[in-house]
T-cell receptor, first 112, second 115 residues
Framework: GDSVTQMEGPVTLSEEAFLTINCTYT??????LFWYVQYPGEGLQLLLK?????DKGSNKGFEATYRKETTSFHLEKGSVQVSDSAVYFC???????????FGAGTRLFVKA | AAGVIQSPRHLIKEKRETATLKCYPI?????VYWYQQGPGQDPQFLIS???????DKGSIPDRFSAQQFSDYHSELNMSSLELGDSALYFC??????????????FGPGTRLTVL
C-alpha cells in the first residue's frame, strides 16, 4: 500500500542554519504531496503542497519539489528561526483517494 | 474563509464512558475524514464519508462508529472508552473524491483525555 517515510528526528539547528527534512513516498498512481506543520498543543497546518511531478511548493521560506524519479519531496529552508520549532509531517494523497497517508513526523528544535 | 469546525475542543471522560465528537466541514464540502493522533504519533486514518455514505475505513475500533448527516456534518461516537483512546482527533473535509487534487482541509482537533 501507499506509504510515506521521513527522516527521524529530533533535528536540532541553530538559528539561521539551513534545514533539510527528507521525505520519500511509495504510491500507486500519482499522488499529491504535502508538508504539514504542528506546533505544540495545536492542530495540523498545511505548510505547502505539490500536485504533480516537478511542481515546487513554497510558503514562509520553506520549499519542496515533487521528484517523481526519486519519489521524494524533501523540505528545505535556507535560514531557520526559533519560531520554526515544531513537528513537520510529510503526507501523500492519491487522486480519488479517501485518506491522507502521513509520515512519522520530524521534530525540529531551533536554538537562538 | 470558513474552516473545518470541531467540537468540543477538549473532552475529559472516565474509562468505560462514551464520547461524541462533532465535525462541521467547510461549506459545500461533501466528504469528511476522521484521524486519530496518539501522543508523539503521526495521524492515523479512521474512517471517511462521501455524500453521507461510508467511503473508506481504516484502523477504527469496533467500539467506535461514525456517520455523516444530511447537512454533511459528521459525528464520531466512541463507547467503552479505554485509556488508550486518549488522543487528538482530527476531522478533515474535501470537495468530493473525483475532483483532481482533492486536498483535505484539517480542523483544529478535539483532544480527548480518558482517565
Amino acid at each position: 500500500g501507499d506509504s510515506v517515510t521521513q527522516m527521524e528526528g529530533p533535528v536540532t539547528l541553530s538559528e539561521e542554519a539551513f534545514l533539510t527534512i527528507n521525505c520519500t513516498y511509495t504510491a500507486t498512481g500519482y499522488p499529491s504531496l504535502f508538508w504539514y506543520v504542528q506546533y505544540p498543543g495545536e492542530g495540523l497546518q498545511l505548510l505547502l503542497k505539490a500536485t504533480k511531478a516537478d511542481d515546487k511548493g513554497s510558503n514562509k521560506g520553506f520549499e519542496a519539489t515533487y521528484r517523481k524519479e526519486t519519489t521524494s519531496f524533501h523540505l528545505e529552508k535556507g535560514s531557520v528561526q526559533v519560531s520554526d520549532s515544531a513537528v513537520y509531517f510529510c503526507a501523500s494523497l492519491n487522486t480519488g483517494g479517501f485518506k491522507t497517508i502521513f509520515g512519522a513526523g520530524t521534530r525540529l528544535f531551533v536554538k537562538a | 474563509a470558513a474552516g473545518v469546525i470541531q467540537s468540543p475542543r477538549h473532552l475529559i471522560k472516565e474509562k468505560r464512558e462514551t464520547a461524541t465528537l462533532k465535525c462541521y466541514p467547510i461549506p459545500r464540502h461533501d466528504t469528511v475524514y476522521w484521524y486519530q493522533q496518539g501522543p508523539g504519533q503521526d495521524p492515523q486514518f479512521l474512517i471517511s464519508f462521501y455524500e453521507k455514505m461510508q467511503s473508506d475505513k481504516g484502523s477504527i475500533p469496533d467500539r467506535f462508529s461514525a456517520q455523516q448527516f444530511s447537512d454533511y456534518h459528521s459525528e464520531l461516537n466512541m463507547s467503552s472508552l479505554e485509556l488508550g483512546d486518549s488522543a487528538l482527533y482530527f476531522c478533515a473535509s474535501s470537495l468530493g473524491v473525483t475532483v483532481i487534487n482533492n486536498e483535505q482541509f484539517f480542523g483544529p482537533g478535539t483532544r480527548l483525555t480518558v482517565l
